[in-house]
């Protein structure tokens, strides 16, 4: 009788070599990066990439139970319960960050942003947004598990994992578009967090069995993390479409989250609160502008990016613009 352990060449039951399996799990962050690289819009590459390999996984994983392959639906189950569980960890330690003044989801809502071809982040774009991060998360662990098995140095390779999956991010074009190289602080804070994704991601790497009660902890926390981000990320005054291109102030805070524009597009900003405010715009050449109640200005991006616009009080979060040149984010 053939088993497992006879086919060194999949390593596994399954007809796919382990590191075809691993590779698949880059389907996640090849279309965001893909479409950073100017290669092709980000719902497209989606489609070519992400979604035959969720279903190439979903496959793999279906067969392994009806085979009986015992190993490598364990490995499956391992990267889900600890993706899941690194999803909750990165997620929720991240909201004290964000109680402090700072924006650590933001680009969660790009994602959604970019996918759904939106121009005002809304709760719909939001919510792709999150379910995308959490792909990310999923197919990431996956990675991990499919290659790496229990041992003693499982822990400490599942932290470097983590670790590297940030430092991958500051190296490509992704660190450049969200400013991760000119931000020491912000990007030390994201290091920080995905020790919390690597950590449960060991845990559950070390399992010899993903028990039921593993799974509800796992997707409570998950839902905790996944529901507090949504949560935190809403407007402060609801879910309103304001006038395109442009964003209001009230009093509440800066309306919306994320707007999407042509580079080189007037950009009209209106102040609806009761008091003059002044904002500046950290990552471009535009100088401060003060709005007093009732008034507007129009600044223009000329480049292609994601810019900044932080108010000058503490108790408002800064919004972002996705400033797009030919349907890009990036200069050609």
Same mark, same amino acid.
């Given at each position: 009788?053939?088993?497992?352990?006879?086919?060194?060449?999949?390593?596994?039951?399954?007809?796919?070599?382990?590191?075809?399996?691993?590779?698949?799990?880059?389907?996640?962050?090849?279309?965001?990066?893909?479409?950073?690289?100017?290669?092709?819009?980000?719902?497209?590459?989606?489609?070519?990439?992400?979604?035959?390999?969720?279903?190439?996984?979903?496959?793999?994983?279906?067969?392994?139970?009806?085979?009986?392959?015992?190993?490598?639906? $364990?490995?499956?189950?391992? #990267?889900?319960?600890?993706? /899941?569980?690194?999803?909750?960890?990165? %997620?929720?330690? @991240?909201? &004290?960050?964000?109680?402090?003044?700072?924006?650590?989801?933001?680009?969660?809502?790009?994602?959604?942003?970019?996918?759904?071809?939106?121009?005002?982040?809304?709760?719909?774009?939001?919510?792709?947004?999150?379910?995308?991060?959490?792909?990310?998360?999923?197919?990431?662990?996956?990675?991990?598990?499919?290659?790496?098995?229990?041992?003693?140095?499982?822990?400490?390779?599942?932290?470097?994992?983590?670790?590297?999956?940030?430092?991958?991010?500051?190296?490509?074009?992704?660190?450049?578009?969200?400013?991760?190289?000119?931000?020491?602080?912000?990007?030390?804070?994201?290091?920080?967090?995905?020790?919390?994704?690597?950590?449960?991601?060991?845990?559950?790497?070390?399992?010899?069995?993903?028990?039921?009660?593993?799974?509800?902890?796992?997707? $409570?926390?998950?839902?905790? #993390?996944?529901?507090?981000? /949504?949560?935190?990320?809403?407007?402060? %005054?609801?879910? @309103?479409? &304001?006038?395109?291109?442009?964003?209001?102030?009230?009093?509440?805070?800066?309306?919306?989250?994320?707007?999407?524009?042509?580079?080189?597009?007037?950009?009209?900003?209106?102040?609806?609160?009761?008091?003059?405010?002044?904002?500046?715009?950290?990552?471009?050449?535009?100088?401060?502008?003060?709005?007093?109640?009732?008034?507007?200005?129009?600044?223009?991006?000329?480049?292609?990016?994601?810019?900044?616009?932080?108010?000058?009080?503490?108790?408002?979060?800064?919004?972002?613009?996705?400033?797009?040149?030919?349907?890009?984010?990036?200069?050609?």
């Amino acid at each position: 009788m053939r088993t497992n352990a006879s086919n060194p060449e999949t390593e596994s039951g399954s007809s796919l070599p382990r590191w075809v399996l691993c590779f698949l799990g880059l389907g996640t962050i090849l279309p965001l990066l893909g479409y950073l690289y100017r290669i092709a819009p980000m719902p497209r590459l989606a489609a070519l990439l992400l979604l035959p390999a969720i279903f190439v996984y979903v496959v793999v994983y279906l067969r392994a139970v009806a085979k009986g392959d015992a190993d490598l639906r $364990l490995r499956f189950e391992r #990267g889900v319960a600890g993706g /899941l569980l690194g999803i909750a960890g990165y %997620d929720l330690i @991240r909201v &004290p960050i964000h109680l402090n003044g700072l924006n650590p989801f933001a680009a969660i809502q790009s994602y959604g942003v970019y996918l759904t071809g939106v121009e005002h982040s809304n709760l719909f774009s939001d919510v792709v947004g999150i379910v995308y991060h959490t792909g990310n998360g999923l197919f990431f662990a996956l990675m991990f598990t499919l290659t790496i098995g229990p041992s003693r140095l499982t822990p400490l390779l599942a932290m470097i994992w983590a670790l590297a999956l940030e430092g991958f991010a500051v190296a490509t074009v992704f660190g450049e578009v969200y400013h991760l190289r000119t931000n020491p602080v912000g990007t030390g804070l994201a290091f920080f967090a995905h020790l919390f994704y690597g950590a449960p991601l060991a845990w559950m790497a070390m399992r010899r069995r993903i028990a039921r009660r593993d799974w509800i902890l796992a997707a $409570l926390l998950a839902l905790a #993390g996944l529901g507090s981000v /949504l949560g935190l990320v809403r407007p402060p %005054d609801g879910y @309103r479409t &304001p006038k395109n291109p442009g964003l209001e102030m009230v009093d509440a805070g800066i309306h919306s989250r994320w707007t999407r524009l042509n580079a080189g597009e007037a950009m009209e900003i209106r102040n609806g609160a009761s008091e003059a405010v002044t904002l500046e715009f950290p990552h471009s050449l535009i100088p401060n502008q003060t709005i007093q109640p009732g008034k507007s200005v129009a600044v223009i991006f000329e480049k292609a990016g994601i810019h900044q616009i932080r108010a000058q009080r503490t108790d408002w979060r800064s919004v972002l613009v996705i400033a797009e040149r030919g349907g890009y984010v990036t200069e050609p």
